[in-house]
């Protein structure tokens, strides 16, 4: 089967940096989402992956390796509004979207 | 901007009832789907469409059904709600189908008691 793995929760304090890990075993390989969703509210891009490496955006960061089936979001100078669930979806071989559970970040001052 | 727009943003419903959710976006996007979200689970599909005119089922289609009338629209329906489709439920659309983001609508939350 197909699967998304994150932490569930993760705890961090305002001005520090978080990461967030996500493994996936999908059928094929087309491309990884994250996105970041407020409690109560629709989720909204923040990065796309399709080839190995980093790509910069801001304050926040996403990796990919596809050989080890891994990706992380880097959140630097963390703010307390980035309070919320990151979500992590990888397209498969059929163009289909497989999401993760998400993790839930708390943010302390 | 609009984007996508859903209604009911929220509706408490009695087992048996005929139900739908709307759903109408403006970026004149090729692709939508219907998503269901709930605690401790990922974004599960229930429909999707690639063009206006199809519809396909995702991973949980039971008890659901859609159309594609027009680009615009793309309307949800349960035929006789049962309490285990209690849930969040989003609507999506994407320029292309797979490949490029996803815009989400606010969200329909629905009790069916």
């Known amino acids: 089967g197909q699967n998304i793995d994150q932490p569930t929760e993760m705890t961090a304090t305002e001005g520090a940096i978080v990461q967030i890990n996500c493994t996936y075993q999908t059928s094929g390989f087309n491309g990884l989402f994250w996105y970041q969703q407020h409690a109560g509210e629709a989720p909204t891009f923040l990065s796309y992956n399709v080839l190995d490496g980093l790509e910069e955006k801001g304050r926040f960061s996403s990796f990919l390796s596809r050989s080890k089936g891994y990706s992380y979001l880097l959140l630097k100078e963390l703010q307390m509004k980035d309070s919320a669930s990151y979500l992590c979806?990888?397209?498969?071989?059929?163009?289909?979207?497989?999401w993760g559970a998400g993790t839930k970040l708390i943010i302390k001052p | 901007i609009a984007g996508i727009t859903q209604a009911p943003t929220s509706q408490i419903l009695a087992a048996g009832r005929r139900m739908t959710l709307r759903c109408t976006q403006d970026?004149?996007?090729?692709?939508m789907y219907w998503y269901r979200q709930d605690l401790g689970l990922g974004l599960r599909l229930i429909h999707y469409?690639?063009?206006?005119?199809?519809?396909g089922k995702g991973e949980v289609p039971d008890g659901y059904s859609v159309s594609r009338a027009n680009t615009d629209d793309f309307p949800l329906t349960l035929a006789s709600a049962v309490p285990s489709q209690t849930s969040v439920y989003f609507c999506a659309s994407s320029e292309g189908f797979g490949r490029t983001e996803l815009f989400f609508g606010e969200g329909s939350r629905l009790t069916v008691l």
């Open positions: 970026m004149r996007h090729n692709a």
């Open positions: 979806a990888v397209i498969d071989s059929n163009y289909q979207l497989i």
């Open positions: 469409s690639n063009t206006a005119g199809t519809t």
